[in-house]
T-cell receptor, first 113, second 114 residues
Framework: SQQGEEDPQALSIQEGENATMNCSYK?????LQWYRQNSGRGLVHLILIRSNEREKHSGRLRVTLDTSKKSSSLLITASRAADTASYFC?????????????FGKGTKLTVNP | GAGVSQSPSNKVTEKGKDVELRCDPI?????LYWYRQSLGQGLEFLIY????????KSGLPSDRFSAERTGGSVSTLTIQRTQQEDSAVYLC????????????FGDGTRLSIL
């Protein structure tokens, strides 16, 4: 089963608005990562947050992690048309003996100019 | 180049044929990962390499799928006797090492089985 599940599945906003995407997961993790994928391209790493961190910022991105609720959120502030992409969360599994990441199905974000 | 390179970028083949997909990771990256992405879906883990060894092959869908990595660099993913359900984008990623590391992705190989 999917470790990470993003919601909403799709989000459409106007340029300048903020976009919030959520991710829930099932098992204990070492870290959680967010990636962006433009149509027809590979994934681009955005931010990594460790299990002992609660919030992290990078430019217009803000990520929160609540390990008690097994959830994370990605906030993009002052969105731009260029932010249009699919966004995925990915988790590892602590103590699992494997280094694989498990990705959710993603949130498709459309920022209208 | 500086990024992960995958070839071919597109591959169309007939059902039953074998295909070989290539991934050239970022120089110096010891970890290499293969994923499969079906249309509109997330990524499905297939296999990862640490150096030339593959500690986790649990994601390979069937024994028609195999992968190898030689010289700690280039990796090939081979699909034998392709089926229509193998149609997907196959993505490769590399990272400096395993664990707590961002992965750097190539643009994938779009595989279509007729």
């Amino acid at each position: 089963s999917q470790q990470g599940e993003e919601d909403p599945q799709a989000l459409s906003i106007q340029e300048g608005e903020n976009a919030t995407m959520n991710c829930s997961y099932k098992t204990s993790i070492n870290n959680l990562q967010w990636y962006r994928q433009n149509s027809g391209r590979g994934l681009v790493h955005l931010i990594l947050i460790r299990s002992n961190e609660r919030e992290k910022h990078s430019g217009r991105l803000r990520v929160t992690l609540d390990t008690s609720k097994k959830s994370s959120s990605l906030l993009i502030t002052a969105s731009r048309a260029a932010d249009t992409a699919s966004y995925f969360c990915a988790t590892d599994a602590s103590g699992g003996g494997s280094e694989k990441l498990v990705f959710g199905k993603g949130t498709k974000l459309t920022v209208n100019p | 180049g500086a990024g992960v390179s995958q070839s071919p970028s597109n591959k169309v083949t007939e059902k039953g044929k074998d295909v070989e997909l290539r991934c050239d990771p970022i120089s110096g990256h010891t970890a290499l990962y293969w994923y499969r992405q079906s249309l509109g879906q997330g990524l499905e883990f297939l296999i990862y390499f640490q150096g030339n060894s593959a500690p986790d092959k649990s994601g390979l869908p069937s024994d028609r799928f195999s992968a190898e990595r030689t010289g700690g660099s280039v990796s090939t993913l081979t699909i034998q006797r392709t089926q229509q359900e193998d149609s997907a984008v196959y993505l490769c990623a590399s990272s400096l090492s395993v664990g707590n590391q961002p992965q750097h992705f190539g643009d994938g190989t779009r595989l279509s089985i007729l």
